[in-house]
């Protein structure tokens, strides 16, 4: 069995303890310092599907990347992260891509896969995610926003702003932690993807924290929400990442309503700077323009440079 987040894996600062498990023989993840640790050559780096069918698409771009047993081994208990902050269209996780990760997990022998949030019931109710979870056989497990004793305290040592997170106790209880967001626009920074994400499992208290009076307009304080995020993924690194680019606002966000650019893409990697990147590119925009994108490459949790990752794509 997969060995337990633990709270001091999770914060050791001197080694790299490395949750080594039986995932093929291509990698072994180190879910909390953000390094992969190749001991195979990896064929692709980010993997896109596009096409109608948002179930078998999702299916299509993990397989492109070796196949979900490759990601989580047999008996784990798995941690999803879809993203439900509006019912607008464009602005959640499609349930169908939610469906179909779940399936994959369970296909590869899960044992337990958990939906973990701090939104309310609503949310989920309102965006349909209720549904797609509860339906395939998984766990909606809602922590109570307003309770922090449902949180627990997180030193963030390569933290340059941020110095503590404080992460859902919840999250602990997990071997595996598959990142499932959606890419749209952003009030402030103009662009969400794998990284912002990761707010969803940090308290609303501490996110809080993240946000300046005037972070929509003035430039520190964006800087000051981007680098917030680039230190919160210096703790916790997601074993894989399934993007919903099928559907998404390049207004308005991150909440909506806005204008609608529908790619019909999902896409899949590990490395969340290099996903998040390309994931620019479909919202006419550069990596380099993003301030958060550039602090997560300054951190070392990935490569920005799309001529330097190997990306494949296909339609169905």
């Known amino acids: 069995m997969a060995k337990k987040i633990g709270r001091r894996e999770f914060v050791k600062k001197s080694t790299q303890i490395v949750i080594s498990a039986t995932i093929g023989s291509s990698f072994i993840y180190d879910l909390m ?20 069918d ?17 990601f989580v081994p047999k008996n784990s208990k798995v ?33 337990e896969v958990n939906c973990l949030s701090w939104l309310t019931r609503k949310h989920w109710e309102g965006s349909g995610l ?25 030193p963030v040592p390569k933290g340059k702003v941020l110095k503590e997170a404080r992460i859902m106790k919840e999250f602990f209880n997990n071997d595996i932690f598959i990142n499932i967001p959606i890419t749209k626009d952003h009030a402030g920074n103009k662009f969400t993807g794998t990284m912002k994400n990761l707010m969803g499992l940090n308290s609303r ?14 430039i520190s304080s ?32 991150p909440m909506g309503p806005g204008k609608l650019l529908k790619p019909q893409k999902i896409v899949a990697g590990v490395d969340r700077v290099a996903v998040d990147a390309y994931l620019t590119t479909l919202l006419g925009m550069e990596a380099k323009d993003i301030i958060m994108i550039n602090r997560g490459y300054d951190h070392k949790l990935g490569e920005i440079n799309l001529q330097k990752v190997k990306i494949k794509e296909i339609k169905i």
């Open 33 to 52: 310092d953000g390094s992969v640790h190749a001991s195979g050559q990896q064929t692709v780096d980010i993997a896109v599907s596009s096409g109608s």
């Open 54 to 70: 948002y179930i078998e698409s999702a299916v299509r771009a993990v397989d492109l990347l070796g196949g979900i047993e490759k």
């Open 79 to 111: 941690a999803i992260l879809p993203n439900t902050q509006s019912r607008h269209p464009g602005t959640y996780t499609k349930p169908e891509i939610v469906r179909s990760v779940i399936r994959m997990c369970k296909k590869a022998g899960a044992k």
């Open 130 to 154: 209720n549904k797609a979870v509860e339906e395939e056989g998984a766990i909606l497990k809602l922590i109570d926003m307003n309770d922090e004793s449902l949180f627990k305290p997180v």
């Open 205 to 218: 208290k501490s996110n809080r924290t993240f946000h300046k009076e005037d972070w929509k307009t003035n």
């Open 222 to 253: 964006i800087e000051h929400l981007d680098q917030c995020i680039a230190d919160l993924n210096t703790i916790m690194k997601p074993t894989l990442c399934v993007v919903d680019a099928t559907e998404f606002i390049t207004t308005n966000g």
